[in-house]
């Protein structure tokens, strides 16, 4: 056998093996097509000369790349921000690994999610947050690749998977509405621009769907001026109740979007002298892992996150096969949600105990 090569190619392989290029082609890409000795005496001699098949010719070879693009129309630094995304990301991967793919995230590339899209190489999308009918699907469905919508629109022409995020909201503001609240702040999610995915974002309607239902069935209304918006994060989080409690306005209870912006909303108010329960009434929404650990435990409306990812990585795991549809209901997943009372909310009695301080 001769020396290990700098950079063995294909070629030096076939002759030092005694076979066809094709031959080593083969025991890389399809072994099976090969006697089990001929295979593994290839690999042996490759090994030897430290040859390794180049990955994007073995891509065009086999004609997949064995990676799954996660899409979302926010970046990444404000994705990760957000703890709920990362019992997602585990939930694709669990079952993405275990089929041997990779994860790939796609996020706007220069402000362009069109961009970020065109030069993505995957076999399938999991799509997050994005409408049906978004210029960026398009062209994931024109290119052919399977495709699974996630906390999107209802869409009639492929998989979904969706948790019942208005339900959840409802519960959240009964909750409080029973504990006697009426001055209640919600703080929303804040929508992406426009260009990068933000029509009507499905969950945001939603959940602020659920919120008003709530309120009207007590024959309260819960107007503009009661919304604010913040990322999905705890600065953010923060951020925006000091600005509320700023501009005027005194809650005794916020109905949070994410536990991420709720648990911000905890340590704003405290440094502004409001303790939570007794002066402020606080929900999230979620159910992350630190949730039952906050400081108060956090009152949220819990959604399978882990199970949601897993659901999804499924769905596309069966549009990768081929497999037929099993029906539409089969393909469109709704999870269901529910209220987790904890420490962080009381009687609005409480709340009213002791007077606002002074900032």
Do not use: C
């Amino acid at each position: 056998m001769q020396r290990r090569l700098q950079r063995a190619r294909i070629a030096d392989v076939a002759r030092e093996a005694g076979v066809s290029k094709t031959a080593v082609s083969f025991a890389f890409n399809t072994p099976d097509r090969l006697a089990a000795s001929t295979a593994s005496h290839i690999r042996a001699v490759a090994d030897e000369l430290g040859y390794r098949p180049h990955p994007v010719a073995r891509m065009l070879t086999q004609r997949r790349t064995m990676t799954i693009g996660v899409l979302t129309p926010q970046s990444l630094a404000v994705v990760f921000a957000n703890p709920s995304f990362a019992r997602f990301g585990e939930g694709i991967a669990e079952v993405a690994e275990a089929a041997g793919y990779e994860l790939h995230f796609i996020s706007p590339r220069s402000g362009s999610l069109a961009a970020a899209v065109a030069r993505a190489t995957v076999d399938g999308v999991i799509a997050l947050g994005l409408t049906g009918d978004h210029p960026e699907l398009g062209q994931i469905r024109a290119s052919g690749l399977p495709l699974v919508l996630v906390d999107g629109d209802h869409d009639a022409g492929g998989a979904s998977v969706q948790v019942d995020d208005a339900g959840g909201a409802r519960a959240a503001a009964k909750h409080v509405l029973d504990l006697g609240h009426r001055e209640v702040l919600v703080v929303a999610i804040e929508r992406p621009e426009a260009s990068l995915g933000g029509q009507q974002g499905a969950v945001i309607t939603n959940r602020l769907a659920g919120y008003r239902a709530a309120f009207e069935a007590r024959g309260l209304d819960l107007g503009p001026e009661s919304i604010v918006s913040a990322r999905a994060s705890i600065a953010d989080g923060k951020r925006a109740f000091r600005e509320a409690w700023a501009s005027g306005r005194r809650p005794t209870a916020v109905l949070a979007m994410s536990d991420a912006i709720a648990m911000g909303v905890v340590e704003a108010a405290r440094e502004l002298g409001r303790r939570v329960p007794a002066d402020l009434s606080v929900v999230g929404f979620d159910d992350v892992d630190i949730a039952e650990i906050a400081d108060p435990p956090l009152t949220t409306v819990h959604q399978p996150i882990r199970e949601k990812g897993r659901e999804a990585a499924r769905l596309l795991l069966e549009g990768l096969a081929g497999e037929p549809r099993r029906g539409e209901h089969a393909r469109q997943v709704r999870l269901a949600t529910r209220l987790v009372v904890r420490s962080s909310t009381a009687r609005v009695a409480t709340a009213r105990a002791t007077p606002p301080r002074r900032v």
